[in-house]
């Protein structure tokens, strides 16, 4: 491993949405199947590994809403009587420190887990906080994914299904309102958009908006494209949150700094629209992948957006697919 990757592996926390780039950071070139599936186990450790380790850090947003950082995705928690209630469920590893930090949020018990979508770094540690207590609830095509094996072929990678604990046993297709601990929750499902399953989650009294991985705060995103996601559903999905959102409005992204506003939103918006018509414009001129990324259509936005693991080569492919 190569200290760049390493660092930002450590950076930021871990996220199973980055394997195939960090594989092409290390190399400069795309590895054989084979070579990027052993890279990917070996990810795959690495982050259960980096999790194990990682400080988890709460930030208090409104009301009895918090926010956790340091175990894959974002997890928001809403405490109360009726048992605490989290949106996405983190990597296993961190474990003795997500209990640690729940704790200091109050000592009701884990009664409920909202996935936002399948992805191991938002539902891995489905079983053990099932085990806790929690029900779990999600839409119908994120308990499909997490049920069977899936095969996600950005990161040329096979997941198993996930152990019957883990699996929703309460799904959804378009929307859903949730009212526990005296706060209203509304559910969305946005179409395909990042995946097949993605949901957004209200928190409707105090006008709290977590998006999933619809919304990467200032870092490219990744697209899985093999469960149904796209470009063009990630855009419109950003529309929608765009939408729901005004400039009160806090929010929650999948991943990137967990306390965000609608104006940032509106940067990542633009910037997806930018360079899928960039990217577009240079496969409609008959350019191959390889070309494409070496014109460098997202040269304007590296700065800023590239410095996290899916680097602008890796993005770059991602736009190139669905256009
Ligand atoms: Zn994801």
């Known amino acids: 491993m190569t200290w760049a990757r390493q660092r930002s592996l450590s950076r930021r926390g871990f996220c199973l949405c980055c ?33 194990a380790k990682a400080p988890i850090k709460v930030h208090r947003l409104r009301g009895n809403v918090s926010v956790l950082e340091g175990s894959g995705g974002n997890v928001a928690v809403l405490t109360g009587a009726d048992g605490k209630l989290l949106v996405d469920a983190g990597i296993t590893a961190s474990r003795p420190r997500i209990v640690e930090a729940l704790a200091s949020l109050g000592s009701d018990p884990i009664r409920h887990l909202i996935n936002t979508h399948w992805h191991f770094d938002h539902a891995d540690g489905n079983e053990w906080l099932h085990g806790e207590g929690a029900a779990i609830l999600a839409h119908e095509n994120t308990r499909k994914h997490l049920a069977a094996a899936q095969r996600v072929e950005d990161w040329n990678y096979n997941f198993p299904p996930s152990p019957p604990g883990a699996i929703p046993t309460d799904v959804f297709a378009t929307d859903r309102i949730v009212k526990v601990n005296g706060s209203t929750l509304a559910l969305r499902y946005y179409g395909p958009a990042h995946t097949d399953g ?50 009160s409005t806090v929010i929650i992204p999948g991943h990137g700094a967990p306390v965000s506003n609608r104006s940032e939103l509106k940067d990542y918006r633009d910037m997806l629209v930018a360079i899928r018509d960039n990217v577009a414009r240079l496969k409609q001129q008959g350019r191959s992948l390889a070309e494409t990324v070496a014109a460098k259509p997202t040269a304007g936005f590296d700065a800023k957006w590239g410095q996290f693991l899916i680097d602008p080569a890796f993005f770059t492919q991602l736009v190139y697919e669905g256009v």
Do not use: C, K, M
């Open 198 to 247: 993605d949901i957004s989650v209200a928190f409707t009294d105090v006008d709290i908006l977590h998006t999933g991985d619809t919304y990467w705060n200032s870092i490219y995103p990744f697209i899985d494209y093999s469960t149904g996601g796209s470009i063009d559903g990630t855009i419109r999905a950003a529309d929608a949150n765009l939408t729901a959102a005004t400039d």
């Open 19 to 51: 394997i195939g780039s960090a594989t092409f950071a290390a190399t400069g070139a795309w590895l054989t199947p084979s070579q990027v599936f052993a890279e990917a186990r070996e990810l795959v450790d690495l982050i259960r590994s980096g999790a």
